[in-house]
């Protein structure tokens, strides 16, 4: 089945500098990727999202990129604010499974 | 409703009680899973029901865990004689179709004693 690797476990950065958060997959066949915030004592929050039709995706100040060959796929924040921060995961749907796999998520530390 | 609704949103139990959460989904989402987050950890799988389909299961730790889903609506996860381990978050979401974002609710935080 489809596993999900995603690094680093933890990130801190300084207000106003870009954050990037890396995910691999497993499964060649998986075709849909999403990003979910967590904030703290509530439920994952979808973000954006890349299907494998794509290789980059924009929404404001973040922006998804996608390498099918190298099953790899990251997240970029650009202009960090300190209400980025949060856990961020990942997520693969791969294509024999109906649900999405996650990574173990990343913590954001955004200092203003 | 407007999002995914979960209760209780606590439950304190004792070591060897059965406990019962509920997800009432989005309304018209035929997508339903469940998911455990343990302390500081990323999302487990445990269910997921997809319209009518027999549900896939395979993310059950052990037999003590159930779920149902009655009427392709709400669902209620089961799990009977809780163990310490049991411990976490259990965070059901919805989506439709599979392959679209999901819809999390804000969880049941559940503390086996």
């Known amino acids: 089945g489809e596993n999900v690797e995603q690094h680093p476990s933890t990130l801190s950065v300084q207000e106003g500098d870009s954050a990037v958060i890396k995910c691999t997959y497993s499964?060649?066949?998986?075709?849909?990727f999403p990003w979910y915030k967590q904030e703290l004592g509530k439920g994952p929050q979808l973000i954006i999202d890349?299907?494998?039709?794509?290789g980059e995706k924009k929404d404001q100040r973040i922006a998804v990129t996608l390498n099918k060959t190298a099953k790899h796929f990251s997240l970029h924040i650009t202009e960090t604010q300190p209400e980025d921060s949060a856990v961020y995961f990942c997520?693969?749907?791969?294509?024999?499974?109906?649900?999405?796999?996650f990574g173990k998520g990343t913590k954001l530390s955004v200092k203003p | 409703g407007a999002g995914v609704s979960q209760s209780p949103s606590n439950k304190v139990t004792e070591k060897g009680k059965d406990v019962e959460l509920r997800c009432d989904p989005i309304?018209?989402?035929?997508?339903l899973y469940w998911y455990r987050q343990s302390l500081g950890q990323g999302l487990e799988f445990l269910i997921y029901?997809?319209?009518?389909?027999?549900?896939?299961k395979s993310g059950l730790p052990s037999d003590r865990f159930s779920a149902e889903r009655t009427g392709g609506s709400v669902s209620t996860l089961t799990i009977q004689r809780t163990q310490q381990e049991d411990s976490a978050v259990y965070l059901c979401?919805?989506?439709?179709?599979?392959?679209?974002?999901?819809?999390f609710g804000s969880g049941t935080r559940l503390t086996v004693v």
């Open positions: 979401a919805s989506s439709e179709p599979p392959d679209y974002g999901y819809t």
């Open positions: 499964d060649s066949a998986s075709n849909y």
């Open positions: 890349i299907r494998s039709n794509v």
């Open positions: 997520a693969a749907l791969g294509g024999s499974q109906g649900n999405l796999i």
């Open positions: 309304s018209g989402h035929t997508a």
């Open positions: 029901f997809q319209g009518n389909s027999a549900p896939d």
